[in-house]
């Protein structure tokens, strides 16, 4: 919103790289993807949002990357009120944002959509990405194989959209940080995440 623009290459949004809900590990992710991954991309991190007591995580209990990337479950509840009912894993994953030492990191739920979407949203708001760009992030979705179309109001009917354009600011970049800041995300963990 600005004229600047977002430094790349810190933050990826994916998928899964592993099965959901099996009853043991299976690799999703091609030795190339691993690859590309970890060399071109340089990731450090891995945060899974899926869910744990459902099995949603497919059974893993490290990176499927290798195991000098750190992996990271925080997870939250998808459906009905993603912003109330995962407060303290949103807390969680922007104190996991506001360390340096854990880039370049990818974070996902299952398809990378709902959860994923929530939190590529708030990133991006708080650095001023302009609102029709968040909008067409989130309809990225539909470019893969996501069992079925995403839609604007995904993003503009829910409760986490509301909070930022309920909260104090003269633009989506100040509103979000209000937002954040209101919902319990320190001011240091939003100011250590613009300036990384």
């Known amino acids: 919103g600005d004229g600047k623009s977002v430094k790349q290459g810190m933050i990826y949004r994916c998928g899964r790289l592993n099965k959901s809900s099996?009853?043991?590990?299976?690799?999703?992710?091609t030795a190339d993807g691993i690859k590309t991954m970890r060399e071109v991309m340089g990731?450090?991190?891995e945060i899974d949002l899926r869910e744990v007591d459902n099995g949603e995580?497919?059974?893993?209990?490290?990176?499927?990357?290798?195991?000098?990337?750190q992996y990271v479950n925080?997870?939250?509840?998808?459906?009905g009120d993603m912003w109330n009912d995962n407060k303290d894993k949103?807390?969680?994953?922007?104190?996991?944002?506001?360390?340096?030492?854990?880039?370049?990191?990818i974070f996902h739920c299952n398809i990378g959509t709902d959860r994923t979407g929530m939190i590529a949203?708030?990133?991006n708001a708080l650095l001023g990405v302009e609102e029709s760009d968040l909008i067409k992030?989130?309809?990225f979705s539909n470019l893969g194989n996501i069992g079925g179309a995403r839609h604007k109001s995904g993003v503009t009917d829910s409760p986490y959209y509301?909070?930022?354009q309920s909260a104090i600011g003269s633009d989506l970049k100040e509103k979000t940080y209000n937002a954040l800041a209101n919902f319990g995300v320190p001011a240091y963990q939003l100011d250590s995440i613009i300036n990384l």
């Open 57 to 69: 995580i497919g059974g893993i209990t490290s990176s499927p990357l290798g195991g000098d990337v």
């Open 162 to 164: 509301k909070a930022v």
């Open 43 to 45: 990731v450090k991190s």
């Open 121 to 123: 949203f708030l990133i």
């Open 22 to 29: 099996a009853d043991s590990p299976v690799i999703e992710i």
């Open 90 to 105: 949103i807390l969680e994953t922007f104190a996991f944002l506001a360390d340096k030492d854990n880039y370049p990191l």
């Open 137 to 139: 992030d989130y309809l």
């Open 74 to 79: 925080i997870p939250m509840k998808w459906d």
